[in-house]
């Protein structure tokens, strides 16, 4: 049989495929990973690839692909990879997107992976101490700052009270070694022995739902180890209002949630020192991000003036305090450094996406859209960034809907509808089954339901479709998902109309936010040339679905870029570098705050955003079009 060559990059992986087999054929027989959910039926529309060379070589686009793929990305190569066919001898090259791979898009939650140059706010030096003699009784003190100052030319060196206290511990040893830990001019730390080789920092990206920690060697720059945790002061409200009301109303309640989150970290630090042979009396330098309720939280400062108008933080600049101010259990001379802050509902945690994607040194427009329970949105016009941050709910991480779960095992993670007869396929987590399901699954479902008719560009559910899939409960219309048998529950995963209502209010309240800035630039949707998608559910979501409901400008979903947890990124890199941490200041001075609920046109905007994908189809050309073919498909809506 006559065979040609497929090359798929970016993996470089290369084999044979016969004539008549498809793209998809040739990724499974070499191991590249192609998101399939459909099983090649070429429904689902997830295995999108884009044809580098050999075009000539794959047969003629299908009816199928003409419904997934807008006439603009066929000129720019894109099919679908089981539905494009080798029909000629000769080498063909695939590019496979990062969105339309299944493990790797998991992997990417660990965050964008910005090199900086190494430039520790901690040092530590080894150096050989001289014994007191009676001749000359010099003081402990005495002998390790002429030390400092001959071996290492450390000069004007002010010694920290812990290291004071540790002072006696390090004398008397035979070879008269004690290593220093120096930070910015302070001697805040002394062993009694060459430790050199162990200088350990800890970066934290509290946000209001979910800590992430990582473990970094500060010799190196290396990540040791991470580690992650829902945020224990969900337990005292789900979003940051409540958690201010709650922390407003006494001294007690803020420390009690100051002290559960410093108590979960410390917890996440043990845990990773313990994985990496680590005392966690080694790790010496702590960077510490969040949006600025979680910041005034950690630090133990009231949040009760970013309740009220007009929302002003107690203070926007880098904080530096000492790690045992705030109960951090590492090495007790240590210090930890927050972030500064851009405005009350805008936080350090905006800075660090900023820092990890370098969004400020690009010349061409851009937007960053840090996706959570608040929402952060960044945008560049080349020259100035402006910044907001919207109340987006719980939704996108599976709160606030019937069967909406986290991306936990079992949780329905991908979604498609077949549009002849409505019935779905999906993905779980891990394949377990279905429990629930979790953001992008339920972005999935809304833009499938939405591209089958299911629901129309309102959000509301076409109850009269003749499915046994659609029914009514209680008087409220809903689509079945999951049977109950199918299930690890005993009842239906259902997409309810609040389900859908729930989602129209959060992407809603994320384009608002975005359009707004991108009109105070005078941006269009055309101008912007990269879109970065932040957070854990930003970067499990399909970009497709999530254009398709209008969670964001159209763009091109090539010029979507998955970041994962940039504020993480951020946090690193400020852990590693004194120059990042002077950069994150400079830039948090000059990113100017807009607040979007004294617009003039925030309550226009918003209620045109609540329709899929906008109640204007012109904001959305490409994806209008591919809703109009999907809904000639069954017959008009
Ligand atoms: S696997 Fe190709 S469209 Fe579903």
């Given at each position: 049989m006559s065979k040609a060559i497929i090359a798929f990059t970016p993996e470089g992986k290369k084999g044979d495929v016969s004539v008549g087999e498809t793209v998809l054929d040739?990724?499974?027989?070499?191991?590249?990973?192609?998101?399939?959910?459909?099983?090649?039926?070429?429904?689902?529309?997830?295995?999108?690839?884009?044809?580098?060379?050999?075009?000539?070589?794959?047969?003629?686009?299908?009816?199928?692909?003409?419904?997934?793929?807008?006439?603009?990305?066929?000129?720019?190569?894109?099919?679908?990879?089981?539905?494009?066919?080798?029909?000629?001898?000769?080498?063909?090259?695939?590019?496979?997107?990062?969105?339309?791979?299944?493990?790797?898009?998991?992997?990417?939650?660990?965050?964008?992976?910005?090199?900086?140059?190494?430039?520790?706010?901690?040092?530590?030096?080894?150096?050989?101490?001289?014994?007191?003699?009676?001749?000359?009784?010099?003081?402990?003190?005495?002998?390790?700052?002429?030390?400092?100052?001959?071996?290492?030319?450390l000069r004007r060196v002010r010694v920290g009270y812990e290291a004071l206290v540790r002072l006696p511990h390090s004398k008397g040893r035979e070879d008269g070694v004690a290593t220093v830990t120096m930070r910015e001019g302070e001697l805040i730390w002394v062993d009694p022995h060459d430790s050199s080789a162990r200088n350990f920092g800890l970066a934290v990206d509290v946000g209001s739902t979910k800590l992430a920690a990582y473990l970094l060697d500060l010799n190196t720059g290396e990540v040791i180890t991470s580690a992650s945790s829902l945020n224990p002061q969900i337990a005292f409200g789900e979003d940051i209002i409540s958690r201010i009301t709650y922390a407003s109303s006494s001294d007690n309640n803020l420390k009690r949630l100051q002290g559960v989150v410093i108590a979960r970290i410390n917890r996440l630090l043990h845990d990773m020192c313990g994985q990496a042979h680590v005392d966690p009396n080694e790790v010496v330098d702590a960077v510490i991000v969040g949006n600025t309720v979680m910041h005034h939280i950690c630090l133990g400062i009231t949040p009760e003036f970013l309740g009220r108008s007009p929302y002003a933080p107690v203070v926007r600049s880098a904080v530096n305090l000492q790690s045992r101010n705030i109960g951090l259990r590492m090495c007790p001379g240590a210090y930890v450094h927050s972030l500064p802050i851009i405005a009350g509902f805008v936080g350090a945690d905006a800075v660090a996406d900023v820092i990890s994607t370098q969004i400020n040194d690009l010349d061409v427009p851009a937007v960053l859209i840090d996706i959570g329970t608040n929402t952060e949105i960044v945008i560049s016009d080349g020259r100035k960034l402006i910044?907001?941050?919207?109340?987006?709910?719980?939704?996108?991480?599976?709160?606030?809907?019937?069967?909406?779960?986290?991306?936990?095992?079992?949780?329905?993670?991908?979604?498609?509808?077949?549009?002849?007869?409505?019935?779905?396929?999906?993905?779980?987590?891990?394949?377990?089954?279905?429990?629930?399901?979790?953001?992008?699954?339920?972005?999935?479902?809304?833009?499938?339901?939405?591209?089958?008719?299911?629901?129309?560009?309102?959000?509301?559910?076409?109850?009269?479709?003749?499915?046994?899939?659609?029914?009514?409960?209680?008087?409220?219309?809903?689509?079945?998902?999951?049977?109950?048998?199918?299930?690890?529950?005993?009842?239906?995963?259902?997409?309810?109309?609040?389900?859908?209502?729930?989602?129209?209010?959060?992407?809603?309240?994320?384009?608002?936010?975005?359009?707004?800035?991108?009109?105070?630039?005078?941006?269009?949707?055309?101008?912007?040339?990269?879109?970065?998608?932040?957070?854990?559910?930003?970067?499990?979501?399909?970009?497709?679905?999530?254009?398709?409901?209008?969670?964001?400008?159209?763009?091109?979903?090539?010029?979507?870029?998955f970041v994962g947890n940039a504020a993480g990124s951020g946090a690193r890199m400020a852990l590693l570098s004194v120059d990042v941490r002077l950069k994150a200041e400079e830039i948090a001075e000059h990113i100017e705050y807009v607040e979007l609920a004294t617009d003039k046109d925030f309550q226009h905007e918003f209620a045109q955003a609540m329709y899929f994908p906008h109640k204007e189809p012109s904001r959305f050309p490409m994806t209008a079009e591919k809703l109009k073919k999907r809904v000639s498909r069954r017959g008009p809506a």
């Amino acid at each position: 049989m006559s065979k040609a060559i497929i090359a798929f990059t970016p993996e470089g992986k290369k084999g044979d495929v016969s004539v008549g087999e498809t793209v998809l054929d040739g990724a499974n027989r070499l191991g590249v990973d192609i998101s399939a959910v459909c099983g090649g039926r070429g429904i689902c529309g997830k295995c999108r690839v884009v044809v580098e060379s050999g075009r000539e070589l794959l047969g003629p686009v299908s009816s199928l692909e003409f419904i997934s793929i807008s006439d603009e990305e066929l000129r720019r190569g894109y099919r679908l990879a089981c539905c494009a066919a080798l029909v000629g001898i000769g080498t063909v090259k695939i590019n496979v997107p990062s969105q339309s791979r299944v493990g790797q898009q998991r992997l990417l939650v660990a965050g964008i992976q910005t090199k900086v140059p190494l430039n520790p706010a901690v040092r530590k030096y080894t150096v050989k101490l001289a014994k007191p003699t009676v001749a000359s009784p010099l003081s402990d003190v005495e002998i390790l700052l002429n030390a400092l100052a001959d071996q290492e030319k450390l000069r004007r060196v002010r010694v920290g009270y812990e290291a004071l206290v540790r002072l006696p511990h390090s004398k008397g040893r035979e070879d008269g070694v004690a290593t220093v830990t120096m930070r910015e001019g302070e001697l805040i730390w002394v062993d009694p022995h060459d430790s050199s080789a162990r200088n350990f920092g800890l970066a934290v990206d509290v946000g209001s739902t979910k800590l992430a920690a990582y473990l970094l060697d500060l010799n190196t720059g290396e990540v040791i180890t991470s580690a992650s945790s829902l945020n224990p002061q969900i337990a005292f409200g789900e979003d940051i209002i409540s958690r201010i009301t709650y922390a407003s109303s006494s001294d007690n309640n803020l420390k009690r949630l100051q002290g559960v989150v410093i108590a979960r970290i410390n917890r996440l630090l043990h845990d990773m020192c313990g994985q990496a042979h680590v005392d966690p009396n080694e790790v010496v330098d702590a960077v510490i991000v969040g949006n600025t309720v979680m910041h005034h939280i950690c630090l133990g400062i009231t949040p009760e003036f970013l309740g009220r108008s007009p929302y002003a933080p107690v203070v926007r600049s880098a904080v530096n305090l000492q790690s045992r101010n705030i109960g951090l259990r590492m090495c007790p001379g240590a210090y930890v450094h927050s972030l500064p802050i851009i405005a009350g509902f805008v936080g350090a945690d905006a800075v660090a996406d900023v820092i990890s994607t370098q969004i400020n040194d690009l010349d061409v427009p851009a937007v960053l859209i840090d996706i959570g329970t608040n929402t952060e949105i960044v945008i560049s016009d080349g020259r100035k960034l402006i910044a907001c941050s919207c109340a987006s709910g719980p939704a996108f991480e599976g709160g606030h809907i019937e069967h909406g779960m986290r991306a936990e095992l079992g949780a329905i993670e991908e979604v498609y509808i077949d549009p002849y007869n409505l019935e779905p396929g999906y993905r779980t987590v891990g394949g377990a089954a279905p429990r629930g399901i979790c953001g992008s699954g339920i972005v999935d479902a809304v833009a499938s339901m939405l591209k089958c008719g299911i629901i129309r560009t309102d959000g509301v559910i076409v109850s009269d479709l003749s499915s046994p899939r659609i029914r009514r409960r209680n008087g409220v219309a809903e689509y079945i998902l999951v049977h109950k048998e199918d299930t690890t529950m005993a009842r239906d995963i259902v997409v309810t109309q609040d389900d859908i209502r729930e989602i129209q209010l959060a992407k809603a309240a994320i384009f608002t936010g975005t359009s707004i800035l991108m009109s105070r630039l005078g941006l269009r949707a055309a101008d912007i040339e990269q879109i970065f998608l932040a957070g854990a559910f930003g970067t499990y979501v399909d970009p497709l679905s999530a254009l398709t409901i209008g969670l964001y400008p159209e763009v091109s979903v090539d010029r979507i870029r998955f970041v994962g947890n940039a504020a993480g990124s951020g946090a690193r890199m400020a852990l590693l570098s004194v120059d990042v941490r002077l950069k994150a200041e400079e830039i948090a001075e000059h990113i100017e705050y807009v607040e979007l609920a004294t617009d003039k046109d925030f309550q226009h905007e918003f209620a045109q955003a609540m329709y899929f994908p906008h109640k204007e189809p012109s904001r959305f050309p490409m994806t209008a079009e591919k809703l109009k073919k999907r809904v000639s498909r069954r017959g008009p809506a």
